[in-house]
């Protein structure tokens, strides 16, 4: 119940109010969800507040006719502000129940547990399906919850060498690094795991997350192309790119506006304008012949 995963399926059916959200998902599904699970921990990791990015629908839960179900086709991994600023918008596509199709039998009742939930959801997703995704995924509690459980065992409340240990482990707004640290001193021993999760910026992240949509909206491939070419142009420099108010012309596009091919152009052409007037820097030190021919700013 403490993993990531199951966690991020759970706050999403208490949001709809409903499990039916991800009824008749697949295996493969399941996976790419978690695919975007480990996308949307890449880019926070480097954000500037925690869950800076999240999980947006294309079609809303709220706010239309339909509920937004909680699939990779209705789904982008976008910036939390500007998700705030779409609000319960649609601009087309995405996937949905119609309230023909919606079913009191998922609901959510106001007396459930987590544990009454999750286990409603695995009979709407189908325990068979998800025992075929979870032979792969091996899904395993959270690392936190991991600490808490190894600390549990071994801390005891009647030894007052260990009152100092539990003033730590008692206080829930403890770290998850501090509980690491708590169980080296407890144990003695270096208990460190190099972590898995990789950072990523967030035009990393609009590359990431087009390259996927685009097994559900192949008119995407001329948008990928242009954000390929921004994203070739940046690598010449250390510090990420900043997209500005550009950010959100794409967070559209991923949630379903038409492409406007004008538009594009001069969006992506702003962005490689902004990156090749870095050049003049590079002048003195003979680094713009490092630069292919396209960068580099036409003369005056």
């Given at each position: 119940m403490s993993n990531p995963f199951v966690q991020l399926l759970l706050r999403h059916a208490k949001q709809a109010g409903t499990v039916q959200i991800v009824q008749y998902i697949t295996v493969d599904q399941l996976h790419e969800l978690r695919a975007m699970l480990k996308t949307q921990q890449a880019v926070n990791g480097r954000s500037r507040f925690f869950g800076e990015y999240q999980f947006c629908h294309?079609?809303?839960v709220k706010g239309q006719r339909h509920v937004g179900k909680f699939v990779p086709a209705n789904l982008v991994i976008g910036n939390a502000d500007l998700n705030r600023q779409h609000g319960n918008q649609w601009l087309g596509g995405g996937e949905f129940i119609s309230p023909a199709h919606r079913s009191v039998r998922w609901d959510i009742k106001p007396w459930m547990t987590d544990a009454?939930?999750?286990?409603?959801?695995?009979?709407?997703i189908g325990r068979g399906v998800w025992a075929e995704f979870d032979k792969v995924a091996k899904l395993a509690p959270s690392q936190r919850h991991a600490y808490l459980e190894k600390l549990e065992a071994l801390l005891d409340r009647n030894n007052p060498n260990h009152a100092a240990w539990l003033k730590v482990f008692d206080n829930r707004s403890t770290s998850t690094q501090d509980l690491r640290k708590l169980l080296e001193a407890v144990t003695g021993q270096d208990t460190f795991v190099l972590s898995n999760v990789?950072?990523?910026?967030p035009l990393s992240l609009l590359i990431t997350e087009t390259t996927r949509l685009l097994a559900y909206r192949p008119e995407l491939a001329a948008v990928l192309k242009r954000l390929e070419q921004v994203e070739q142009a940046s690598c010449y420099f250390?510090?990420?790119?900043?997209?500005?108010?550009d950010e959100y012309f794409f967070f559209n596009i991923l949630h379903g506006r038409d492409i406007n091919p004008v538009v594009l152009e001069s969006i992506t052409g702003n962005l490689l304008e902004r990156i090749t007037c870095k050049v003049k820097d590079f002048d003195?030190?003979?680094?713009?012949?490092?630069?292919?021919?396209?960068?580099?700013?036409?003369?005056?």
């Open positions: 294309v079609y809303p009454d939930i999750m286990s409603l959801m695995l009979d709407c990789h950072t990523m910026d250390r510090e990420p790119l900043d997209l500005g108010e003195n030190n003979g680094l713009r012949y490092l630069l292919p021919s396209w960068m580099l700013p036409v003369a005056a």
